[in-house]
């Protein structure tokens, strides 16, 4: 069935006049509404205004105009039955063979700061979904356009099927309305379940973004959804993994946390090394140092350009991804001789605005835990010993604490003001994630003597913060709270260490 008539009404005008220019040379009648039908006329388009097709005035500031039975008779009548082509002809109901239409953009609206309750509620689409919804419904008969990015394939169907499209396209082009009318929905409930304090639900509901070869083992179906080419750009090498983005998003949001040139190694989410300095290559030996068994086959992840010397670095062993927020050309040239080595760059931090990517969702049996990104920053700690920390101390301190949120519980981090010395992830003791810590560094030939034990979590027992003074560490951070605290602070006391309590904890399970 060729298209005959097609009902266009959209918030987004991206490529809409070379599409309708289109639809018009193919002699496609174009129905349009209010801004829509303005600017289609202004480029000298015949378009029907929709009060003109119904019969019936828009009312109410637009809020009711294809909230009608010529309208929704036109999208929902089956061709194929008898009785729905004559009532419909009955009551003088054309058919309606193409919508085009994309939604108020309620999602843009309610992201913008100080955005009140009243401004969200006119944001909400009323007539845009019903057209869609009933168009999709109807997929057999009627081809629905919601996204611009579809607007070519619409056009070079039609053009190589003498104006008609294929019930292929139509289907899939059905299942995208459903999706999108789905998480705008969802995006309405979650803003409205916020604003007035009254949850009942969860909506959440993302894009494709890649169909992936498996998921964390090769027997585990998996696909990646939402936005994630918005944080990242892949520059070289093959395709991603389920544990390769993992990864990657976990080197982001630690290397996040530093405003100084550094350069962090991770392997299955959990750093290895971590360094600082003007100088890549210099900040580079010093997040190498902390482990050089671990790193190979792990995430390098840099916060400034990568410069040929770190490439050349790097390069002396193997990697699965190396991230940076750009690659200098001789840098990207060298690398990329590794075809297998993947290049991402960064382009954007992981903080991101309030909503859908701002939360960790984490699936358990028979439904979902959400939470808030941990994006916590301790402005101010307390001094728990009688001895203040030195101007040293407290600059390792500060650079073990942004490390330790990233380590696996029980974690705990040895670090000089600069890199990391020791790391112990993933534990069921404290006392064991020192240990193994305190290992770490000496197999690296690393002193801990004048070094800050960073602790994700309070020392239950002064038995951890006593292991650590024995390795070397002259000062202590942990967020405290354990009904033993005196008895750790008096440890700490005994050891002339120096010890600030954050009050704030950073499990990661």
Known sequence: MKIQRALISVSDKTGLIPFAKE????????????????????????VVEISQYTGFPEMMDGRVKTLHPKVH????????????????????????????????????TVAKPGVTLEDAIENIDIGGPSMLRSAAKNYRSVTVVVDPSDYAEVIETLKANDGATTLQLRERLGIKVFVTTSKYDGAIANFLNGERECKSGFNLCLPRVAQLRYGENSHQAAALYGGWDGFFEKLHGKDLSYNNILDISAAAELIDEFEEPTVAILKHTNPCGVGSDPDLRMAWDKAFATDKQAPFGGIIVTNRPLTLALAEAISEIFSEVIIAPEFEADARALLQRKKNLRLMRKLRTVAAPKGAEDLIVRSVAGGVLVQDRDMHAVEKRELATHRKPTADELAAMEFGWK???????????????????????????????????????ADAGLSLKGSAVCSDAFFPFPDGLIAAADAGAT???????????????????????????????????
């Open 73 to 108: 008779g036109g999208l929902l009548h089956l061709r194929d039955n008898p009785e729905h082509v004559a009532q419909a002809k009955a009551h003088g109901i054309a058919p309606i063979d193409l919508v085009v239409v994309n939604l108020y953009p309620f999602e843009a």
């Open 403 to 441: 490390v330790v949120k990233h380590v696996k519980s029980n974690a705990i981090v040895y670090a000089a003001h600069d890199r990391t010395l020791g790391i112990g992830a993933g534990q069921m003791s404290r006392v064991d994630s020192s240990r193994i810590a305190v290992s770490k560094a």
């Open 475 to 509: 000062c202590a951070i942990q967020p405290g709270g354990s009904q033993r605290d005196a008895e750790v602070t008096a440890a700490a006391n005994e050891r002339g260490m120096a010890m600030l309590l954050t009050n704030v904890r950073h499990f990661r399970h």
């Open 23 to 46: 639809l018009t040379a193919l002699g496609v009648e174009i129905i349009s509404t209010g801004g829509t039908a303005k600017l289609l006329a202004a480029e000298g388009l015949k």
